[in-house]
C-alpha cells in the first residue's frame, strides 16, 4: 500500500483541479502524459486531483479507460495527494460499479452526484448518493452541476446527506448563488470533526473548497484550462468524443 503525506483537512482548502483524461490515438489511456499532467499541477502547489469529472469526460469513457484514468493518476500522485474520482453515471448501480473499481484502482474517495436521463426527486437523489458510498467505503464529495445531470442537488438533500461523517462536502458547478447560499447554510450547521484521512475534514472547509474548485485551471494560470498544462510538457492534444487524445 502506498503511504501518503497529505490529510483531507489540507487537501480540500487547496486547490484540487479537475484533470482531462488523456487517450492515445487507438483510445488507451496515455499513462505517460497523465503522469507529466499530474507533476506540473502538483509542481505548481495543488493538493489534490480530480479524475473523470466533467473536464475528464468521464461518462463518455469505457470501463477500461475510466479504470486507466484513475490507475495512471493514483500511481503518479504516488500518495502525496488525494485522488477523487468522478461516479457522475446516469444510474445507481453503474455508479456504485464505477465507484468500486475506482478505489481499487487508488482512488482515495470518489465524486457522485445526481441520477439523470430519467427525472428524480430529492429522495431519488439522496438514495442514490447513500447507495455509492455504502457500496465503496471511501469518503465522497458531493457534485452539483445541473447543466448536465439536469437535476439541481437540494440544499435540504445535502443537509440529510451531511449527517454521513463519510460525505466530505460539496463541489457547486451550477453557478447559481441563490443555491449556493444554501449549501452555506448547511455548511454552517455542520460541526468540525478532524482531518484523519479515513474521515471527513470540517465541513467548512470542505465546502469553502468546493466553491473554488470549479474550472480546469492550470497553477501558475487560473484563465489557463488543463489542456495548456499538458502541452507545456510536449503533449499537443486534441478533444473527441471519446476524450482527449495526445499527438
Known amino acids: 500500500m502506498t503511504s501518503t503525506s497529505w490529510s483531507w483537512d489540507g487537501a480540500l482548502t487547496g486547490v484540487v483541479p479537475p484533470l482531462i483524461s488523456l487517450l492515445t490515438e487507438s483510445g ?29 469526460e468521464g461518462a463518455w469513457l469505457t470501463t477500461a479507460q475510466r479504470d486507466g484514468v484513475v490507475r495512471a493518476a493514483a500511481k503518479a500522485a504516488a500518495g502525496r495527494v488525494p485522488v477523487l474520482a468522478g461516479v457522475m453515471l446516469p444510474a445507481t448501480g453503474p455508479a456504485a460499479e464505477a465507484a468500486r473499481s475506482a478505489r481499487d484502482e487508488g482512488a482515495d474517495a470518489v465524486v457522485v452526484g445526481s441520477p439523470y436521463y430519467f427525472g428524480v426527486d430529492g429522495e431519488a437523489h439522496r438514495r442514490h448518493v447513500e447507495a455509492v458510498i455504502e457500496a465503496v467505503g471511501l469518503p465522497a464529495l458531493l457534485y452539483n452541476i445541473p ?57 467548512p472547509r470542505a465546502c469553502s473548497w468546493a466553491a473554488t474548485a470549479s474550472s480546469p485551471a492550470s497553477p501558475t494560470s487560473p484563465r489557463a484550462s488543463a489542456s495548456t498544462c499538458c502541452t507545456r510538457h510536449g503533449a499537443a492534444t486534441h478533444r473527441t468524443p471519446q476524450g482527449y487524445r495526445v499527438r
Open 28 to 56: 488507451e489511456v496515455d499513462a505517460e502524459a497523465t503522469g507529466a499532467l499530474v507533476e506540473h499541477v502538483l509542481g505548481g502547489g495543488c493538493s489534490g486531483l480530480f479524475v473523470l469529472g466533467g473536464c475528464g
Open 147 to 203: 447543466q448536465c445531470t439536469h437535476h439541481t442537488l437540494a440544499a435540504d438533500t445535502v443537509r440529510a446527506l451531511a449527517r454521513d461523517a463519510r460525505v466530505l462536502g460539496i463541489k457547486d458547478s451550477a453557478g447559481d448563488f441563490l443555491a449556493f447560499q444554501g449549501f452555506l447554510a448547511v455548511k454552517r450547521e455542520r460541526p468540525s470533526s478532524g482531518s484523519s484521512r479515513a474521515t471527513r475534514p470540517s465541513w
